[in-house]
């Protein structure tokens, strides 16, 4: 192996990519997926409002993702784009949606109708796509049928119990980024309804992951052997995941602002972590880890100069955007 082993660097990258999108859009859909449940109209307005400055350079993660991907691991696309065809088609329909809404909901001169056909687009929309991604994370578990390098299964491969379930866990999970965000950038009585639907949200992310946590050995025989072939250090992560559950609830009953919001932050990242260290190597299970999905190491090397260029940049941008737009969003203020 080389001194600098280009495909371990490509996935680090592409795996911290996949980690912030996760972690700054998740609050982002969870808002869309509370929409309809929210108090009244202007508590939809100040939900919208305190990301419609972030929002899109949160999907800036995505595209990382999705490029490093086709320039790093070309297999990636062989297999996943045809497995998962419908399923991403769904992700990025729903993703459209909710982008448009974002504009033509604040400048719709319909006030009742012409909301309300942009709040169905915006709240459909975040469900979609929060739905398809989980799918899509319960699928890589499952792992792909693959023949040659080539996906041979069938066009609903991906829809199964398992990948379901994994779909409306993500769905509960953003909705509680999106509860805990609205506790740090709301008040009056906007963040009250936010504080009373944290702990039942909480509760049903405890449950759905606990299902899916005692599942996922059950239908991937690697990630049996990883966890329960013998006792490692490992088994500290779903500690720690357990760990952020209990300071959100802790910090919500203490009306706490900020920490709710980073213990949900910690919840996500420890189980992003344990997804990890479940399918490592494999990258495109049950056949392919990182290497034999690489493309060639002059091409990773090119690329990976512009990467490197470009990411500075966005981090700082995103660190800015977030500074700039900090503090509470109030009623007939923000961004629009």
Not at 69 to 81: D, G, I, Q, R
Not at 153 to 159: P, S
């Amino acid at each position: 192996m080389e001194m600098f082993d280009l495909s371990l660097i490509w996935a680090l990258i592409i795996g911290f990519g996949i980690m912030m999108y996760v972690l700054m859009d998740g609050f982002d859909l969870g808002l869309g997926i509370l929409f309809p449940f929210a108090p009244d109209e202007d508590a939809r307005d100040v939900m919208m409002n305190t990301v419609a400055p972030v929002w899109d350079g949160n999907e800036t993660w995505l595209v990382l993702g999705g490029a490093g991907f086709l320039a790093a691991f070309p297999l990636v696309y062989t297999v996943f784009l045809p497995a998962l065809y419908i399923g991403v088609f769904l992700m990025v329909a729903g993703l459209v949606f909710r982008g448009v809404a974002f504009e033509l909901r604040f400048k719709s001169r319909r006030e009742r109708r012409g909301r309300r056909l942009w709040n169905l687009a915006f709240s459909g929309g975040s469900a979609v796509a929060a739905f398809a991604q989980g799918a899509v994370v319960g699928t890589y578990i499952q792992g792909f049928e693959t023949q040659n390098g080539v996906f041979v299964g069938g066009a609903f491969d991906w829809l199964t119990p398992f990948t379901v379930l994994t779909g409306i866990g993500i769905m509960v999970g953003y909705a509680l980024l999106g509860t805990t965000w609205l506790i740090l950038k709301s008040e009056g009585y906007i963040q009250a309804w936010a504080y009373k639907l944290t702990p039942p949200l909480l509760l049903a992310v405890l449950v759905i992951f606990g299902i899916i946590s005692i599942w996922t050995p059950l239908v991937n025989e690697v990630v049996w052997d990883r966890w329960f072939g013998h006792l490692q250090v490992i088994w500290i992560l779903p500690a720690l995941t357990l760990l952020c559950m209990y300071g959100v609830y802790w910090a919500v009953k203490r009306q706490r602002e900020l920490l709710p919001f980073m213990a949900t932050l910690g919840m996500f990242f420890f189980t992003y972590l344990g997804l990890i260290v479940s399918k490592w190597p494999w990258l495109v299970p049950p056949n392919y880890t990182i290497w034999d999905a690489a493309s060639a190491p002059e091409s990773q090397l090119f690329l990976l100069l512009g990467v490197l260029f470009v990411l500075p940049f966005v981090l700082g941008y995103t660190f800015w955007s977030y500074w700039v737009f900090r503090g509470k969003v109030r009623a007939g203020e923000g961004y629009h």
